[in-house]
Nanobody, 124 residues
């Protein structure tokens, strides 16, 4: 059974940093793409960042480029999202996702498995 468990969310002031982690289990993810999405109240779920597990190729939403960094740790089967220079508009529930047949990397329906989400709140 595939499980994705996020951790690391919390409350931070604008300009601060947080590091989210996603622990993946239940299968080998070497052929998967791993993504981070977020959803703010009243808004659609939006793409944040993604990484191809096998190659390390990364892709970011324009809104987080230069501030967020996605990475994976093969030995620990974890994917992390380092978030720097946080802004109030980054406030959302952040979800980790895994997809086998990901093409664009940015569409939520390309991902097969999802975590339960972790809340990130950035105060101004």
């Amino acid at each position: 059974q595939v499980q994705l468990v996020e951790s690391g969310g919390g409350l931070v002031q604008a300009g601060g940093s947080l590091r989210l982690s996603c622990a993946a289990s239940g299968r080998t993810f070497s052929s998967y793409a791993m993504g981070w999405f977020r959803q703010a109240p009243g808004k659609d779920r939006e793409f944040v960042a993604a990484i191809i597990w096998s190659t390390g190729y990364t892709y970011y939403a324009d809104s987080v480029k230069g501030r967020f960094t996605i990475s994976r740790a093969n030995a620990k089967n974890t994917v992390s999202l380092q978030m720097n220079s946080l802004k109030p508009e980054d406030t959302a529930v952040y979800y980790c996702a895994a997809g086998r047949a990901v093409v664009t990397m940015t569409k939520f329906y390309e991902y097969d498995y999802w975590g339960q989400g972790t809340q990130v709140t950035v105060s101004s």
